[in-house]
């Protein structure tokens, strides 16, 4: 008789409890989901900046041995970079990542230094409320930068 008391008077204590902790794990998980994300976005700009460089690397000395990073092998060095290809056709491989975010410059006649900067933007950050003017809202931007730097073959 004295145990079914206790167990009748413990009945909703675990449907409580984990009413409270529900949201702290959905916080936990929606921000191990962010960081995945964002690190594979980082890693993809990365491999697209290496890319870009080890085409640079085998297309960009002239007969004589001299950088020349003429139109068409700037341009088609940036659109690997962005798309894929070198045609610029297709879609971009991150979302907001343009030519016109890529640079390219020249290392004591030798090198040549390809970075680009691309602003992420959490997907978290839509859900969360804007109180006040536009000008008050709370910026969740964050820039990656990544940068390499090859010798010219």
Excluded: C
């Excluded at 297309?59 to 990073?69: D, F, H, K, P, Y």
């Excluded at 410059?105 to 804007?130: E, M, Q, R, W």
Aim: without cysteine; aromatic residues 8%.
């Amino acid at each position: 008789m004295r145990n079914k008391i206790k167990t009748k008077s413990q009945s909703g204590i675990a449907v409580i409890e984990f009413a409270l902790i529900l949201p702290v794990l959905m916080v936990l998980l929606l921000a191990t989901a962010e960081f995945g994300r964002a690190f594979y976005q980082y890693n993809t700009l990365t491999k697209a900046i290496r890319d870009g460089a080890r085409y640079l690397s085998d297309n960009s000395l002239n007969g004589a041995g001299v950088i020349e990073l003429g139109g068409t092998t700037s341009t088609a060095a940036k659109n690997l970079i962005v798309f894929g290809n070198s045609a610029g056709s297709g879609t971009a491989l991150l979302d907001g990542l343009a030519t016109s975010d890529i640079t390219i410059t020249t290392v004591d006649n030798k090198h040549l230094k390809v970075s680009a900067s691309f602003s992420y933007t959490p997907i978290i950050a839509a859900g969360i409320p804007s109180f006040g003017a536009d000008s008050q809202r709370w910026d969740t931007n964050y820039t990656f930068q990544s940068s390499t730097t090859v010798r010219a073959l």
